[in-house]
């Protein structure tokens, strides 16, 4: 293959590379040779993997080439189609760090269910990517091994926690990717790389082998670059998992049906309810100017748009960092130097006990953020205070659910910008924690009512950096979202005469020379 025809493979979506395996124009090994070929142009500069597992790709790519065409049938249709896995996911076989030192050098002797999924799907797992250490941050910059930079301004963040994923994607690294979205890791990613991210209901995908944050918050999903790729990735790794004890005994919705009626881009008949509460003061006003043409896009298609209120959901962002951080103390208890992960034993001088030596093995072994919500949980959660905080903010959340349960009577599913600002720089934000958690207002209700919610691109700001279009639908109504976004999506790339990545320079891309 040439390296042109290896440049116009990588850019085509998860649908088309499928489609070229069917009519058998290429083989899943000359997908994952091309990806592989771009992950080493990229890495230098991107730094969107941990750990690139090509031997491993190959090998997976090579046994579903080698299924009869019988067989290949009867599998979803991205088989054969290479993904990329966010580091917060357990691999058999391939390291798991969770980008914590504390985990280096841990290899899984399981594999999430979602990865089980996609193995039956025959999908190749190109690597790991990097993320915010245990998916603690809304930058990538908390990862204890480097930082990823954002394929439209290197200088700047690509969102986080999930900013290897969403990287991975938007640089052609990988066609698809796996994220999980505690607060908007997924989605704010997703709209400062302009890459399209999903957030399932809670529930919808097993979480059976993702290291866990926030339990009662987190959610894997897909990342890609269309709709529909993510309609099809999200019902191959979707459905009851016995093994999760949150896991939702329904399987998955028709969301690809969905996302194709979407692309015919009629919306008669379909209430979309504006939040009101979700847009104005803090939110740039080149992602206010995008958001609002893409909101008389969604009129133009047919549908109705009518503006909503959730006052409760000014709260939200102050409910959800007492509740994750408490879950985050107890969750990252085990890591404690006993049973497996790094171990950091006192100095001669100090007392060898266990009390001791859990403590230097923290110390040594846990970056700021995490120190950081692991103290602010353990003090909401600490005797006299556990009704004060933990106990009001789960009141908070409860009534966030009832605003959502309001909104959805007056609409099908709810809009707002993602994120109220583009990509900022390195360093930008890291003096100042609060105004790092700003990034997540417009994402955060989601998590805490367990409702899906996707971003897509929406076009570039006046910085010429992406912006992301948020759609919220209710519970275990997945595909409600699916269709105005797939028409949505269709419609702007009608205007930009292609994908938002038109615009994107790629000077990796221009290295790969014939």
Known sequence: MTNTATI???????????????????????????????IDAAEPTIKAFLKVAGEAALEQADAFDNLSDAEKAELPELAGVPIAIKDMIVTKGIETTAASRILEGWVPPYDATVIEKLKAAHMPLLGKTNLDEFAQGSSTEHSAYQHTANPWDVERVPGGSGGGSA???????????LGTDTGGSIRQPGALTGTVGVKPTYGGV????????????????????TVLDSALLQEIIGGHDKRDSTSIPQGPRPMAKAAREGMNRDLKGMRIGLVKELGGEGFQPGVEARFNEAVKKLEAMGAEVVEVSCPRFKYALGAYYIIMPSEVSSN??????????????????????????????????????????????TYALSAG??????????????????????????????????????????????????????NDIATIPANLAGVPAMSIPAG??????????????????????????????????????GPIFKSLKTPWLDSIND
């Open 332 to 377: 990252l208890a085990r890591y404690d130097g006993m049973r497996y992960g790094l171990r950091v034993m006192p100095p001669k001088d100090v007392a060898q006990t266990a009390a001791n030596m859990m403590a230097y093995t923290r110390e040594a072994g846990f970056g700021d953020e995490v120190k950081r919500r692991i103290i602010l949980g």
């Open 460 to 497: 570039l700001s006046d910085d010429g950096l992406p912006v992301g279009f948020q759609f919220i639908a209710p519970q275990q109504r997945d595909e409600v979202m699916y269709k105005p976004a797939a028409a949505l999506e269709a419609a702007l790339e009608d205007e930009w005469n």
């Open 8 to 38: 116009e493979l990588v850019k085509l979506s998860a649908v088309q590379m499928a489609e070229l395996l069917r009519s058998k124009e290429v083989s899943s090994r000359d997908l994952v040779n091309a990806e592989l070929e771009v």
């Open 206 to 225: 097993s979480r059976f082998g993702a290291i866990a944050m926030a339990s009662s918050l987190d959610q894997i999903g897909p990342v890609s670059r």
């Open 167 to 177: 990287a991975a994607v938007s640089a052609f690294e990988a066609p698809l990717a």
């Open 385 to 438: 205070y556990y009704d004060a905080w933990y106990g009001s903010a789960q009141k908070v959340r409860t009534l966030i659910i009832e605003d959502f349960e309001n909104a959805f009577k007056q609409a099908d599913v709810l809009i707002s910008p993602t994120s109220p600002s583009t990509a900022f720089k390195f360093g930008e934000k890291m003096d100042d924690p609060l105004a790092m958690y700003m």
